[in-house]
């Protein structure tokens, strides 16, 4: 009988931590953080060996150059200095110590330069790169995402709080390059959701490979002008598709360089600089946000 008692008084002990643990439980599963950011995966591009004695055509081939590809004397580093259209975008290039190790600051001009040459084209926004910065970006920072740090320091926070002010200086959008490896490599870009230009549209990339980089901005920057992503499902051809092509022994040509041959899936987003028709309609409709004024030329800040 005595057992029996002792048994009832674990019995309801247990039940008790359990009845107090419930809330806790139930409440962590509905505060989950909402994310914050949209994520650009980084494409896995898988080379095949190259059989000998075969030029690239022999093999698949897909054609990325921009098809809206007008660049100023025949080099997208000239429109640093050439505004393409009467008003723009005002721009500040940051890139962090490992960007500027691994690809440089022209490399990174270019990839932004040739970025916008759809969007000038097709919607008149011409992105100008006001200032370029360089950082150092704290090389103990494990992540990226601040919606995968879990509150741990993030390379997005620690950028965006040390150039958030450059929104108050007319600044439209920041594009962030950062080269340093995190636990979660495999992002390529972010962009904050809810974007509003000039406000806090900091926008954060990791480079991968040419064909994809001015591509990889292009989406990004899109995010700051309201566009959102196509998951794997929706069917279009659009720089916000996240439906992969089949590169199938396939080289990569654009503007005149040759890459692969992969033998990958690669999100469309990489490989198109059009928009389907709900994006075309939501950039057609933002183009009031972040109207720039006259562009000086700040010369990059020394490391
Ligand atoms: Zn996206
Ligand atoms: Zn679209």
């Not at 898988?46 to 921009?66: A, D």
């Not at 110590?97 to 022209?106: F, L, M, Q, S």
């Not at 990174?108 to 100008?128: F, G, H, M, P, T």
């Amino acid at each position: 009988m005595e057992m029996k008692k002792n048994k009832y008084i674990v019995l309801a002990i247990v039940l008790s931590f359990l009845i107090l643990a419930l809330p806790n439980i139930s409440k962590s599963v509905v505060s989950s953080p909402s994310h914050r950011y949209h994520v650009s995966y980084a494409p896995i591009l898988t080379v095949v060996s190259m059989p000998e004695n075969v030029t690239p055509q022999f093999l698949g081939c897909r054609h990325t150059t921009n098809p809206d590809k007008n660049w100023v004397n025949g080099d997208p580093l000239e429109e640093l200095t050439v505004n393409e259209l009467s008003w723009g975008y005002n721009v500040v290039l940051a890139l962090d110590e490992d960007a500027v190790a691994k690809w440089g600051i022209d490399y990174s001009v270019r990839a932004v330069e040739r970025a916008d040459e759809s969007l000038v084209a097709q919607y008149y926004k011409d992105l100008r790169i006001r200032e370029i910065v360089t950082y150092t970006s704290d090389n103990s920072i494990e992540w990226m995402n601040p919606d995968y740090a879990g509150g741990q320091p993030s390379l997005y926070d620690e950028a965006y709080n040390l150039f958030k002010n450059k929104f108050n200086e007319g600044t439209s959008i920041i594009i962030v390059v950062t080269g340093q490896e995190t636990q979660d490599s495999y992002i390529a870009g972010l962009a904050p959701d809810f974007s509003i230009v000039g406000s806090n549209t900091m926008i954060m990339v990791r480079f991968q490979v040419y064909f994809v980089d001015d591509n990889l901005v292009q989406h990004e920057v899109s995010h700051c002008f309201g566009c959102l992503d196509h998951d794997e499902t929706v069917d279009v051809w659009c720089v916000m598709a996240y439906k992969e092509e089949l590169l199938y022994i396939d080289w990569v040509e654009e503007d005149g360089n040759w890459f692969g041959p992969y033998n990958s899936y690669v999100s469309r987003s990489y490989l198109f600089y059009h928009y389907c028709e709900s994006c075309d309609v939501i950039l057609k409709g933002s183009s009031g946000h972040g109207f720039g004024g006259n562009p000086m030329r700040l010369w990059p800040v020394p490391l």
